[in-house]
C-alpha cells in the first residue's frame, strides 16, 4: 500500500478540521500509515486533543501515493496554488478530494474545480447524490464519529441542574446560520413550557464563532430568551464531548445538513437525538434510531446560503418536534432504547474501523489503476 497525505485544516475547530481528524484516526484504527499536511497553518495549535493526535503525523511535503484532500470545492483552486507556491508536485500521486455541502444541486462552478481531481469522496448519500447532479460520481466513503474513551467533565462545570433533562443545541455562526435553524431550540423549549410547565427541563444553546467566542451574539439572544441558557465560549475537543454527554436529548432542527456531525457524536455518545428529517442527517439519523421531526420544503432565501438561487431546503415542523420531545420525557424507557439503538448504528457503521476499512478499499482500488505512482 503506497504512503497516504490528508491534506486541510487538521487543528481547525470547525467541521473539516473535524473530517480530516476523523479521516486520520480511520486510517491508524486499520494500520494505514498516513500523514497530514497543513495546508495554510491558519488554525490556532491550542487543543490539547488535536496535538496529540496530528503533530506525529504532521509533515511539510506532499508525498507520493494516495493523498486525501479534505478541501472545499471553493477553495480548491487556492490550495492548489498553494501548493505550487510551495513547490509541491500535485501531479506526483493520486489526488482525492472530500468537499462539505448541504443542499441538493452542488455548484457548477465548484464541480469544475473538483475535476482537476482523480476521485470525489462523498461523506453522505446526500451529498453523492447533490455532486452528481452536477454531472460528479463520487465514492461513499462516510466520515468515522468515535468516541474519544475518558472522564469527562460534569454538568456542574457548564452550570447545567443536575435534576433537568437536558435539551442542547449547538450553533457555528460561521456555518450560515439560517441554516442551522437557531430560532427553532428556544421556540421549541416555549412549546414545552407552555404544555408541561412543571417538568424540569433546561433547554442549553451552544454557540462558537469558528475559532472564536460568539459573546457579542449571545448578548442580544439571552435579551429575548432569558430562560434560555446561552453557552458562547470555545469549548476544546474534551469540553464539546463532555458538554454533548451531559445532555439527555440534542436537538438539531436545521435546514440542511451534509452530514450531521455533532448528530452522530450525540448518538455515538448513546444521546437521544432530535433531529429534522432531511438531508445528510439521514444517513445517521432516521426512524427507530432517532427521534425524527416532520418537515415541508421550502425555497432558500436569497443570501442565505452559497448558491442557493432556485433551490429547496427543510422548514422543520415544531409542534411535532415537540409531541416527539414530550413523549420522550415522559417515557424514559422508550426514549433510552431509541438512544441504544442509534448508538449501537454509530457503532457498526460509523466507527474508525467501519470507516478505516472503507478508506483501505478505496485506496486499494485507486492504487491499482496505471500510472499510480508508489
Not at 328 to 352: C, E, V, Y
Amino acid at each position: 500500500m503506497p504512503p497516504i497525505t490528508l491534506v486541510g485544516h487538521p487543528y481547525a475547530s470547525i467541521g473539516m478540521g473535524e473530517q480530516l481528524r476523523g479521516h486520520l484516526r480511520a486510517c491508524q484504527a486499520v494500520c494505514l500509515p498516513a500523514t497530514v499536511l497543513d495546508i495554510f497553518r491558519h488554525a490556532p495549535r491550542d487543543d490539547a486533543e488535536h496535538l496529540a493526535l496530528v503533530q506525529p503525523a504532521e509533515t511539510e511535503i506532499l508525498g507520493p501515493g494516495l493523498r486525501i484532500f479534505h478541501v472545499n470545492g471553493d477553495e480548491a483552486a487556492r490550495v492548489l496554488q498553494r501548493l505550487a507556491d510551495l513547490g509541491q508536485d500535485f501531479a506526483g500521486g493520486r489526488n482525492v478530494v472530500v468537499p462539505a455541502w448541504e443542499l441538493a444541486h452542488y455548484p457548477a462552478e465548484w464541480a469544475a474545480e473538483l475535476r482537476r481531481f482523480d476521485e470525489v469522496w462523498a461523506l453522505s448519500g446526500f451529498i453523492r447524490d447533490a455532486l452528481a447532479s452536477a454531472g460528479i460520481g463520487s465514492r461513499l466513503i462516510g466520515q468515522p464519529v468515535e468516541p474519544t474513551p475518558g472522564l469527562m467533565l460534569p454538568r456542574r462545570h457548564f452550570g447545567l441542574r443536575e435534576s433537568a433533562f437536558i435539551v442542547l443545541g449547538m450553533l457555528d455562526l460561521t456555518s450560515f446560520v439560517e441554516r442551522k435553524n437557531p430560532a427553532a431550540l428556544p421556540a421549541l423549549a416555549a412549546k414545552i413550557r407552555d404544555i408541561a410547565p412543571l417538568l424540569d427541563v433546561q433547554f442549553v444553546l451552544k454557540a462558537k464563532s469558528g475559532e472564536n467566542n460568539a459573546a457579542e451574539w449571545a448578548a442580544a439572544w439571552r435579551e429575548v430568551h432569558p430562560d434560555l441558557v446561552i453557552l458562547d465560549r470555545k469549548l476544546d475537543a474534551l469540553a464539546t464531548r463532555s458538554l454533548l454527554a451531559t445532555c439527555d436529548c440534542l436537538v438539531s432542527l436545521h435546514r440542511a445538513e451534509g452530514f450531521g456531525r455533532t448528530v452522530g457524536e450525540a448518538m455515538a455518545l448513546g444521546r437521544l437525538v432530535l433531529a429534522t428529517g432531511f438531508s445528510g442527517s439521514l444517513d445517521i439519523a432516521h426512524e427507530g434510531t432517532a427521534l425524527i421531526a416532520r418537515h415541508t420544503l421550502v425555497a432558500v432565501p436569497p443570501g442565505a446560503y452559497p448558491h442557493g438561487e432556485g433551490q429547496l431546503w427543510a422548514e422543520p415542523d415544531l409542534d411535532h418536534a415537540a409531541s416527539l420531545l414530550l413523549a420522550a420525557i415522559r417515557t424514559p424507557a422508550a426514549a433510552r432504547r431509541i438512544a441504544a439503538a442509534g448508538q449501537r448504528a454509530m457503532r457498526l457503521s460509523f466507527s474508525n474501523r467501519a470507516v478505516g476499512l472503507r478508506i483501505l478499499q478505496a485506496a486499494e482500488t485507486l492504487t491499482q489503476r496505471p500510472g499510480m505512482v508508489l
